[in-house]
Structures are given as structure tokens and as C-alpha cells.
């Protein structure tokens, strides 16, 4: 699995891809390298990220899903959101995963985008937003309560009908 982070103030990378042609290019280098799976995202979700909107979100990630869609057709392509129409969009652009931070919980309504569309969808455990994150830290048994809170989030998913 290759990453492929769209966003100006990426923790990993430090949003050095701009644009759709550098996209590409760091997707033909992943695929060379042996990912056989592409995860997208077009919204920071580091310690403190801003929220972006929407329409910024598809301004970023669609003109790159489009263009490596089209230009590796073989490759699988997750799209890392956890809004709903992003997600829609995204599928209908080509994408063959979703991958939520937030398993569902700032937008109950992707999971019924994963389930319409039936594709996978990753549920990631995280405690609030970004900007409150950092204080959502208290955990009774680490371990017990992530896989707890996993559960929920699988049961919520299914109960979507993913």
C-alpha cells in the first residue's frame, strides 16, 4: 500500500505533492515499488488540521484520483475521507475503497455511501476531530478500549448495511 497525501500541511510529508501530475508521478514510483493498493486524501487529519469543506476536499482529490484512475487502471484506489460526498464523488470517479478516520462518526452517512455502492470500507479509530483530538486521550485499558470502541463502529457499519 502506497499513500498519497494531497494536502499542503501533511504530517507525513509535508505536503509535498502539488497537484495531479506530481500525484501521478509518486503513483507510477509506488506501483514500481510494489503497492498494489493507493490511498488518497485530500483533507489533513494530523493534530490540529483545519477543516477544509468539501469543495476544497474535491478540488484536491479529484483531478489526481482521475488521472492515476486513468493511468493505472490495475492499481486499487482508496480514498482516505470521512465526509459522505466526498466519498459519493470519489466512487463514482474511479475509487475502489473508502478508508474513515473517523468510522463513521463525523459523517454517520458515508457508511451508507460504502454500503450502496458496496465497496470495503476501513474504519480507523480516532477520538474526536482534529482540533480536539489531542485531548481525548484518557483511555481506562488502552488496548481494551480501542478495540471496544472498534466494535461499535463495526456494529454501526453493519448496521448500514456495509
Known sequence: MGVINLTPDSFSDGGR?????QALALARRLVAQGATLLDLGAQSTRPGAEDIGVGT??????????LIRAALPQVLLSIDTYRAPVAAAALEAGADWLNDVSAG?????????AAGWGC???LMHSRGTSRSMDSLTAYGDLVDDVIGELQ???GRARAAGV
Open 17 to 21: 505533492i502539488k497537484g495531479a501530475g
Open 57 to 66: 476536499e474535491l478540488a484536491r482529490l479529484l483531478p489526481a484520483l482521475e
Open 105 to 113: 462518526r463525523m459523517d454517520p452517512k458515508l457508511l451508507g455511501v
Open 120 to 122: 470495503p470500507l476501513v
Open 152 to 154: 461499535e463502529a463495526s
